[in-house]
């Protein structure tokens, strides 16, 4: 895993296709350049759709918001793409700001693999 401080990682995995770049830790304006380094990767690889996974994140900062935001406007309907977000740290602010409104949010990696297969 890459860290760019002690407390975030991201991790890239692969299920039925899909990228999964699992976050853990706090993304603010120090990390979130490393989120978007990771989700970069990750799309390079030329996946059948992406999940970025904060399951595992304890802080979701405006500057980590506007990588998910940048993330969705770039890749368009050319990938599909899913957040989960299950917490207080990070559903809720996702849910409070609408941005659920705007992309595919789910609270469990599961879903969001089903979301992005079925479709």
């Known amino acids: 895993p890459l860290t760019a401080n002690d407390d975030f990682t991201t991790h890239e995995s692969e299920v039925d296709g899909l990228a999964v770049v699992s ?3 706090s993304v603010d304006m120090l990390t979130a350049p490393g989120l978007a380094d990771a989700i970069e990767t990750a799309v390079a690889k030329k996946p059948s759709g992406l999940i970025v996974d904060l399951s595992k994140v304890e802080f979701l900062g405006s500057a980590g918001i506007s990588v998910l935001m940048k993330t969705r ?4 309907d050319s990938t599909p793409f899913c957040v989960v977000a299950d917490g207080p ?3 809720r602010p996702l849910t409070l700001l ?3 409104e705007l992309m595919c949010l789910c609270r469990r990696l599961d879903d ?3 979301k992005l297969t079925d479709s």
């Open 73 to 76: 406007d770039s890749l368009g």
């Open 23 to 25: 976050v853990g830790g």
């Open 112 to 114: 969001a693999v089903g």
């Open 98 to 100: 609408g941005i659920n």
């Open 89 to 91: 740290a990070t559903h």
